[in-house]
């Protein structure tokens, strides 16, 4: 299997993102703080909590690492289990 092959396979099997959510979680990865993101997305520092909140929820992790684990395919999302 190719790495591509591999990448393809890995985001079927997490749950689908918001391209708002999206956003938040790229920034959430580079090290960004809740109101950092919000001042780069020009968003309340709430409103990216509420997004990261939704990201937890759908790929059912507890906390800010493992989002970033997830995305950078680390971790499996406990729903692809």
Do not use: C
């Amino acid at each position: 299997m190719s790495v591509g092959d591999a990448n393809a396979e890995h985001s079927r099997q997490r749950p689908e993102l918001t391209a708002r959510e999206l956003a938040i979680v790229e920034l959430l990865a580079r090290g960004l703080s809740n109101a950092e993101i919000g001042e780069q997305l020009h968003l309340a520092e709430a409103t990216v909590k509420a997004h990261l909140g939704r990201v937890m929820a759908k790929w059912q992790v507890r906390d800010r690492l493992q989002v970033v684990l997830v995305f950078l395919g680390h971790l499996e999302p406990r729903s692809a289990r």
